[in-house]
């Protein structure tokens, strides 16, 4: 097992040093600006502005999707694992491929929404992250924590009437307004940092941060340094948000960096369409990572044998996204080569079986196929010797060539 890890790792780095393959790998279409973004929600676009697209897909397209997702699920079920930080009651859209025109319809409505008021350019490309019906009941999943999604951009389709559950809904806290609030919530912060050194039985350490804390809020309001601050969503105010509940078939769309939480509902039942989207993801895939690529393999097969597993499963939040994208890309790579290595030995084999039960049954197939081989290699012959000429003539030498001594 560790000579051909070995084997892969010198194969990659053979790879690298071919002047070709430097040239694909490092040469980023005019997008991608020079760069990775290797997480989606860090992108400068992902502060887009919320947006409700009223009538998205009517209110039948929208029962359409429903009754698919329940028919779905009461033969298979619903998923409850496929996020880890904050899991929903879902099923993906791949399997309901009856209603993937409302899909298409929802993603059109959100591509229209993003390219004209967001900044996203003709060039660059999205891609569906991840696009799933997700159903909330009080006695189930009845709505979801506050978090900022890892997208660029994200959209949230009504299925069911505002109506017809009582509670739930968005609440969006918006990246602008919030960036507005940042002295507010920083000061609140060091107030709490003051409070925890001060207190009884406080260790050094955290009368230190007190100290510190107390005199940066001596300063004047409007004067703090707040940049670099991000405010954590679990300490938004639910009064510097707002609640949305959109009509049935509407679909609200925003950047990924708004942090926002499902409001859980109290009686009825709620289904949407969720949706996460990337930004020219592709200027992240192996074709461009370069070396970046190459450390990418080892440490994820490295962290993978130590596990003796499943690497996300057995080590968790300790490997990069990318990473872990690069390396399954990577084993893409070599599956695709074991299989065809495998095809191209079963072809030969094939082939020379026929060739050999060929010429032993038949004189004449025989006799043509010897004639044949004669002409290619009269042929091949006449090639290299065309090719020592110019050669020479290239050269301005009379000396001959190996294969030119015949001429």
């Keep these: 097992m560790r000579r ?26 005019p997008e991608c600006d020079g760069r990775c973004w290797e997480e989606d929600v860090k992108h400068p676009l992902a502060s887009c502005d919320l947006e409700v697209v009223e ?39 791949t399997a309901l491929p009856s209603v993937a025109r409302v899909f298409d319809k929802l993603w059109g409505a959100m591509e229209e929404s993003v390219r004209r008021r967001c900044g996203v350019r003709p060039i ?25 999604d890892a997208s660029s951009f994200s959209f949230n389709a009504a ?23 940042r002295e507010k919530y920083l000061r609140a912060e060091l107030e709490g940092v003051v409070r925890d050194g001060t207190a009884p039985g406080a260790s050094a350490e955290a009368r230190g941060a007190a100290a510190r804390a107390e005199a940066t809020l001596d300063r004047p309001p409007g004067t703090l340094d707040v940049d670099g601050y991000v405010v954590r969503p679990d300490r938004l105010l639910p009064e ?7 009509a049935k078939g509407s679909v609200m769309v925003h950047g990924g960096r708004n942090v926002h939480e499902g409001t859980a509902i ?19 895939t192996l074709r461009y990572s370069g070396w970046r690529g190459v450390m990418a393999l080892v440490r994820v097969t490295a962290m993978n044998n130590s596990a003796r597993g499943g690497v996300r499963d057995k080590v968790g939040g ?19 080569i074991r299989g065809a290595s495998l095809v191209l030995a079963l072809l030969s084999l094939a082939a020379y079986a026929a060739w050999h039960v060929a010429t032993r049954l038949s004189p004449r197939f025989n006799l043509a196929a010897r004639r044949a081989l004669a002409v290619v290699a009269g042929y091949e012959s006449s090639f290299f010797r065309g090719l020592a000429r ?5 050269m301005r030498s009379a000396l001959p060539t190996k294969h030119s001594l015949d001429d």
């Design 4 to 29: 051909l890890h070995v084997q892969r790792l010198l194969l990659c780095c053979a790879l690298l040093l071919l002047p070709n393959a430097r040239a694909l790998w490092f040469s980023m279409p």
């Design 55 to 93: 009538g998205a897909i009517t209110p039948e397209e929208a029962d359409d999707v429903v009754a698919a997702a329940e028919a779905h699920a009461a033969v298979h079920g619903w998923h409850s694992q496929r996020h880890i930080a904050y899991p929903t009651r879902d099923l993906p859209w």
């Design 124 to 148: 660059d490309r999205l891609t569906p992250n991840d696009i799933f019906v997700v159903k909330y009941t009080p006695e189930g999943q009845a709505g979801l924590d506050r978090h900022r």
């Design 159 to 181: 299925l069911s009437d505002p109506t017809s559950y009582g509670g739930g809904g968005t609440r969006v806290w918006l990246d602008s307004a919030v960036r507005t609030l």
């Design 240 to 246: 510097d948000g707002e609640t949305r509940k959109i």
């Design 266 to 284: 109290v009686s009825g039942t709620r289904h949407i369409v969720a949706g996460f989207v990337g930004l020219n993801r592709h200027c992240c």
């Design 318 to 336: 300790r490997v990069p996204l990318w990473d872990y994208v690069l390396y399954e890309e990577w084993r893409g790579v070599f599956r695709w």
């Design 390 to 394: 110019k050669r020479r003539r290239a």
